[in-house]
């Protein structure tokens, strides 16, 4: 069954477990949503989240096992698969089938991925799965809705924001949609009468270095000053997950060019169909002339892996493994040379 975004909280008052597919292309969105899910979940006894995280070596049988292991502490058992992927071999197709069918009171799986192309959603396996499931697809948030979704999100903070001082907010984060998430939660722990010199205050935006300014720098292949904001990130003790999701976000973006490109849409068209500056088409056009769509998507792969060890769900030094995607996207190895333990620290 498909379900609108917005008709999920009046479902989760109702039931919760059950399988769900959600699927769209902004990664923040996703999460949010599968949080949505689990918090309520969380309410009926559900207490231990099962995170896979499928790539090119993962097992399904794991999906199995772990569906029907017992935990020592919760006889509930959610389950959470992340897809890079929805291009999946006959053996996952007839687990996922089989597992969708699987509704029981204890049993919680949420799927989630990438959007779904029309030719997939019409295939009869996908539709045999979401005979007795839900898929919720978010569709892609364009620049000119995110003043919009700031205004809803604000009230449900408990606050209002004028269309002006939400479009002022979008454009002070850059519509990125984790940073902005951000400066509405502090809005609302301030508890401050909403003006523009606060909405300046709350959005700190580093005159030397922030998220934003990173990724420009590696965009550019400017080595030196991504590995500079790199570490001032992170001496500043800024959250991980911001920087994932930036740059999530731009890489989104940046494959979206790319398939553009290939149907022969030139550049500035497509960035302007994205609502992606002008000034930014130099460092677009630089990534682009290194990395491909198909390399994109590996990148957004490698995200998603991140995400997974930022979160404690994976193992890893999630400081060592973004420093090297950040090099990387910069094209350089001048620091690679050098033991990462002992850059990172």
């Avoid at 919009?148 to 002006?164: H, I, P, S």
């Amino acid at each position: 069954m498909k379900l609108a975004p917005e008709k999920l909280t009046r479902l989760l008052e109702k039931n919760v477990p059950g399988f769900y597919f959600c699927s769209g292309n902004d990664t923040f969105l996703i999460n949010e949503l599968a949080d949505k899910i689990i918090a309520a979940a969380k309410q009926l006894g559900f207490n231990e989240v099962s995170h896979l995280y499928v790539d090119s070596g993962f097992s399904w049988e794991k999906l199995y096992e772990t569906m029907h292991t017992p935990s020592l502490f919760s006889p509930k058992i959610a389950v959470v698969i992340q897809l890079s992927s929805w291009k999946l071999d006959d053996k996952a197709k007839a687990l996922l089938t089989k597992s969708s069918q699987h509704n029981t009171n204890y049993l919680l799986v949420i799927v989630k991925g990438p959007k779904l192309e029309r030719a997939m959603s019409n295939t009869k396996w996908f539709q045999t799965m979401t005979e007795h499931s839900y898929w919720i697809e978010i569709p892609a948030m364009y620049p000119s809705q995110v003043p919009e979704w700031l205004q809803q999100r604000a009230t449900q903070y408990g606050f209002k924001l004028t269309r002006e001082q939400a479009q002022q907010l979008a454009k002070r984060t850059e519509n990125n949609l984790p940073s902005a998430a951000q400066a509405i939660e502090k809005l609302q722990l301030l508890n401050l009468p909403i003006t523009s010199a606060l909405i300046e205050d709350v959005v700190e935006v580093s005159a030397e270095y922030d998220v934003f300014k990173l990724i420009d720098a590696c965009l550019a292949g400017d080595s030196v000053r991504s590995y500079q904001i790199f570490f001032s990130l992170k001496n500043n003790a800024t959250e991980p997950l911001m920087i994932i999701g930036s740059l999530a976000r731009e890489l989104r973006l940046i494959r979206e060019i790319t398939q553009a490109q290939s149907e022969n849409i030139p550049l500035k068209s497509a960035c302007q169909r994205l609502g992606i500056w002008e000034s930014r088409l130099p460092l677009i056009q630089n990534f682009i002339r290194t990395y491909s769509y198909h390399q994109c998507q590996q990148m957004l792969a490698q995200l998603a892996t991140f995400d997974a060890i930022a979160k404690g769900a994976l193992p890893g030094s999630i400081w060592n493994e973004l420093f090297v995607f950040c090099m990387k996207i910069a094209n350089k190895t001048l620091f690679l040379s050098t033991k990462i333990d002992s850059l990172i620290g």
